[in-house]
């Protein structure tokens, strides 16, 4: 393990790789996807990537009123039932682009009669052969396992096409803001939350709506990065069953958006500081983390996952484990 | 808490309770169905009414071919944009039919265009007298906090309707075996896993396809029951990310059912025995737990909630924590 990992230097790479993008070709794709009109949406990912679907869902249903479906690639690969998509668009969200299931999920939309679309970090691979349309999220070549800066410019990137698709001229300055928040981003020491994990048995991490993809990407990085069984939850599911679950022993890290559900998340981390749990708030009044202050709702949880990946980062080298090769796992996701 | 608690009555009336729904209505409103045509189907549901949701997602897509969108309830109530679900079907599935988020989201979708139909315990709940439809899962009461009878017999209600929606005999046959089966699996042994947690941090519980619902619902009532962190991945996610956190203290739980995904769960199971991790495995020739032998592949993941159920009762009260008062919850999910 060298003195600087991959991981740290891509995380530090987050700010430019997402300059990169908002001049992008988000613009033009949009103005075609809007010359359409489309039934549903189907986004198709897995992992980091699939985080960055969730994220582009709300969006999509936010800000267009399309009913999107998260894909289960197994129904294609595995049960050999593709659903019928025609006319729909189909999104496929992939770093590399080469995971199997998703290049079969993507032909058989393509096949069904769907426009497809990739989200993909190489615009030569073969999810971007299947698709019709190609967005390159343009944030260059990748090292570490533990994908960071291409899952933040997978989101940037949909949220741009998002933004371009539906005239949301807020949302574009909200991206257009992004990069600089970025940046300042990098300055944010989480190491408060990320030192109370260390003889923690497991970790919450809670959101909702705009946040709920970041989340998950925070508790999914935990996972691999710091081998920390973590489970990222909706502030509306975690406040019912799994509440059971959170003690004493297990910090809990909120991230909270300036938007209509942050009333729950705030609620959420009321009940849980009442109760004594050792809750980690990001944004709003009862934030416990060094923080921006509120940008664009939907940009924001993406901010917030800069301080998280650096804390992650640094909480790995100080614990002997190499964030770079996490155990067991690599770097193209293949599942058939 | 008494000798006998609520969840273990209820849990034995399983078989009973599946044996009234066989011969309901379920024929009638798929006929319904049939006899129209859907361009997608949302289905919205939370916590263990989501999880027999996800089991109803995996037959409409591989049975009827139809994309289905488990819906955010956050889009409706929170940023008050409905998605636009004109001509599609919105099926609710919640035990009460009372959760303000579900009746909001319900009654919006019905505004919007779709039929709603209502998969209730309750026919007389605002989630029923919102819905066009109403499909009544025949429970009967249920008293304990942590939900049993309700679960199974919404998932073969669900699985009932598409039965009969898609004509899909094989189907039919395999849910008129399961009172049966429900009734045999009531007999399974399964504290050989259930003794394995005391102790554990956190605990994971895998499967695939036709598994993930109840496989969630396993590591639900894991998180209320015995408070115990419990993390529910599909052997495709839990392959990738999530690997790195599973130790040898903490327990996995594999449900395997007998289609083209099994080969999918076998391979994961062999990986985690080849890396001495703790692996209990129900079904195929992996398995270690007491099972029936392969039945329906869609009805035998509900039937191994049975022996699941039962395990986790009989711990929580071995560990002294009383089943039908999980800690900080209530019978009616309540979220806005």
Known sequence: MSATTFMAR??????????????????????????????????????????????????????????????????????????????????????SGRSPD?????????????????????????????????????????????????????????????????????????????????????????????????????AFVTGRGHGLGPLREIALKLAETLRLPALGYSAAELRHGPRASVSVATPVLALRQADPLAEGVDALVRDLNRDGMRVHACGGPLGTLPWLGDGHPACDPIAMLVPAYRAIEAEARRRGLDPDKPAGLTKVTETL
């Open 102 to 202: 998703l290049v079969a999920a993507t032909e058989a939309a393509r096949a069904g009669g769907a426009l497809t679309l990739a989200l993909v970090n190489d615009p030569d691979s073969p999810a971007a052969r299947a698709s019709d349309l190609v967005l390159p999220i343009l944030a260059g070549p990748e090292h570490a396992v533990a994908a960071t800066k291409t899952v933040t410019n997978s989101a940037i990137a949909g949220a741009a096409l998002v933004s371009a698709w539906a005239g949301d001229s807020e949302l574009e300055r909200g991206l257009a803001a992004l990069p600089e928040r970025l940046r300042q981003a990098l300055a944010l020491d989480w190491s408060a939350w990320s030192a109370d994990l260390a003889g923690a048995p497991a």
């Open 10 to 95: 891509e995380i530090a790479e987050i700010p430019d790789a997402a300059s990169l993008l908002v001049a992008g070709e988000a613009a033009r794709i949009g103005a075609t996807l809007r010359a359409r009109s489309f039934p549903f949406v189907v986004v198709c990912g897995r992992g980091s990537s699939g985080h960055a679907g969730v994220h582009l869902r709300y969006l999509i249903e936010t800000r267009l009123s399309l009913p999107v479906s998260a894909a289960a690639p197994s129904v294609v690969t595995g049960y050999d039932r593709p659903p019928n998509v025609a006319g729909a668009l189909f999104i496929v969200v992939s770093q």
